[in-house]
């Protein structure tokens, strides 16, 4: 084949506009001994293709160690860890904005209360007894909405162990 040939179907090549026929001829021309120095790098590139053309991932071993992986013992205990490490992590955040809400709408509604100090212990008293009150509205509500996630979760569960199962019987 001569250069011209060969450049004008590369050109189509590179385009995705080549027929089955044509990349037939390509390869072929790449196979042979006598290619051009600046094709050398694309004659590199077929040459790989056709090398890695005959691998096949039941020979390496490809399926066991994937299901060897996704199977690991090891991995369900660290999801486990994690997720228990993210809801310690999110009650810790909630009761830290909770505080922060607190703080601010106390600092909002009693301008004394901004300097934290009291010179009445019952005024004291009573302050603490409204913030502590408020902490406790908020985590009652917080509370009723970890339950409707934990029920979403668990639904979600049951959905996916549903088609597992569905699954595995096809």
């Known amino acids: 084949m001569d250069s011209k040939n060969i450049n004008a179907l590369l050109e189509k090549y590179w385009n995705c506009e080549t027929s089955l026929e044509e990349e037939q001829q390509l390869k072929a021309y790449f196979r042979g001994k006598e ?10 590139l077929f040459q ?6 005959k691998k096949n991932l039941n020979d390496s071993g490809f399926d066991q160690e994937v299901l060897s992986r996704v199977k690991s013992p090891k991995q369900g205990k660290v999801t486990r860890l994690m997720y228990n490490t993210m809801r310690i992590a999110a009650g810790i955040a909630v009761l830290v904005i909770a505080t922060v809400l607190v703080r601010n709408e106390i600092r909002k509604t009693n301008p004394v209360a901004v300097e934290d100090t009291y010179d009445d ?3 004291a008293f009573e302050e603490t007894k409204k913030a502590l009150m408020m902490i406790s509205k908020s ?3 917080a509370q009723d909405k970890a339950k409707k996630i934990n029920m979403f979760n668990e639904a979600q569960k049951s959905v996916q162990k549903d088609d597992e199962d569905t699954k595995a019987k096809l």
């Open 35 to 44: 290619i051009p120095e600046q094709l050398k790098e694309t004659a590199v």
């Open 48 to 53: 790989y293709f056709d090398e890695h053309k």
């Open 121 to 123: 212990p019952k005024l």
């Open 139 to 141: 985590f009652g509500t």
